[in-house]
Nanobody
Framework: QVQLVESGGGLVQAGGSLRLSCTASGNILIINAMGWYRQGPGKQRELVARITSDGSTNYADSVKGRFTISRDNTKNTVYLEMNSLKPEDTGVHYC??????????????WGQGTQVTVSS
């Protein structure tokens, strides 16, 4: 089993910045990829940004140029630096990790989510 602990959400004015963190712990051999998804009010969960073990990244078009995802493999931690925040960035942000366990099986784990609210 793997636990994901998220932090860094909160309330910010439009144009402001927030930094989200997510740390994985537990039965981990390799973290293949980590990412952030969000679910706005009345919307489906969508990918915000994702980073693989070799550092490859992909972003939702709506956040390109404003958000940066990074990871510290020594700490099993992924970060999401969010700048120039807009009200439409509001939502619960979930951390996701695709993990190879010590037994060699691959699992997909989710965090409990952290609320990001951007006021206009």
């Amino acid at each position: 089993q793997v636990q994901l602990v998220e932090s860094g959400g909160g309330l910010v004015q439009a144009g402001g910045s927030l930094r989200l963190s997510c740390t994985a712990s537990g039965n981990i051999l390799i973290i293949n990829a980590m990412g952030w998804y969000r679910q706005g009010p009345g919307k489906q969960r969508e990918l915000v940004a994702r980073i693989t073990s070799d550092g490859s990244t992909n972003y939702a078009d709506s956040v390109k140029g404003r958000f940066t995802i990074s990871r510290d493999n020594t700490k099993n931690t992924v970060y999401l630096e969010m700048n120039s925040l807009k009200p439409e960035d509001t939502g619960v942000h979930y951390c996701d990790a695709v993990v190879t366990s010590r037994s060699g099986y691959i699992y997909d784990y989710w965090g409990q989510g952290t609320q990001v609210t951007v006021s206009s």
